[in-house]
T-cell receptor, first 115, second 115 residues
Framework: AQSVTQLDSHVSVSEGTPVLLRCNYS??????LFWYVQHPNKGLQLLLK??????LVKGINGFEAEFKKSETSFHLTKPSAHMSDAAEYFC?????????????FGAGTTVTVRA | DAGVIQSPRHEVTEMGQEVTLRCKPI?????LFWYRQTMMRGLELLIY????????DSGMPEDRFSAKMPNASFSTLKIQPSEPRDSAVYFC?????????????FGPGTRLTVT
């Protein structure tokens, strides 16, 4: 069975400073890992995905994440936060097994950006 | 591409009434998912269709919930009779299988309030 743990329920940063959102995963098989963002009253938007290719994954809006198998981590970073980055972020895992359609969502990290 | 389309965006109904939520997936996608999002339980997968066939409905809460996918471009989620505890945001997502992973695209959601 797969699962993810998002280590911070809330992160507050100043505009222009780096953002780090931490995620650890558990998977029985080779995982696919995703980060989704949800702005208030909106659906979830895919930021980036890891699917066993390059371990450093670049996504939209300047975000990137690094897959570290030894640490079972998939942390999301952005070098310089923008006000529009204020949203909720979900780390998501799926197993490359029989039930590879099943996504396991983390509890979410709410990002606040201070002017 | 219009993305996943859901209607209505907001629904307010009284307990005991029938509610029907609608979804149009992205053209060319062969998988469709219905999720429910609440503060208490986060995102839960209700049902998964592949090529219009229900594959996994283990997440459907009880017999009051039913889902159909009569063709590749339309799906419905029905609640009959509705109860206040059904109040949530319901998301539809669609995907195609790219390599070894599903990349799911979410609609904007339907916010259901049952009074």
């Amino acid at each position: 069975a797969q699962s993810v743990t998002q280590l911070d329920s809330h992160v507050s940063v100043s505009e222009g400073t780096p953002v780090l959102l931490r995620c650890n995963y558990s998977s029985s098989y080779s995982p696919s890992l995703f980060w989704y963002v949800q702005h208030p009253n909106k659906g979830l938007q895919l930021l980036l995905k890891y699917t066993s290719a390059a371990t450093l994954v670049k996504g939209i809006n300047g975000f990137e994440a690094e897959f570290k198998k030894s640490e079972t981590s998939f942390h999301l970073t952005k070098p310089s936060a923008h006000m529009s980055d204020a949203a909720e972020y979900f780390c998501v895992v799926s197993d490359l097994g029989t039930n590879d359609y099943k996504l396991s969502f983390g509890a979410g990290t709410t990002v606040t950006v201070r002017a | 591409d219009a993305g996943v389309i859901q209607s209505p965006r907001h629904e307010v109904t009284e307990m005991g009434q029938e509610v029907t939520l609608r979804c149009k997936p992205i053209s060319g996608h062969n998988s469709l998912f219905w999720y429910r999002q609440t503060m208490m339980r986060g995102l839960e997968l209700l049902i998964y269709f592949n090529n219009n066939v229900p594959i996994d409905d283990s997440g459907m809460p009880e017999d009051r919930f039913s889902a159909k996918m009569p063709n590749a471009s339309f799906s419905t989620l029905k609640i009959q009779p509705s109860e206040p505890r059904d109040s949530a945001v319901y998301f539809c997502a669609s995907s195609f299988k790219a390599g070894n992973s599903y990349e799911q695209y979410f609609g904007p959601g339907t916010r259901l309030t049952v009074t």
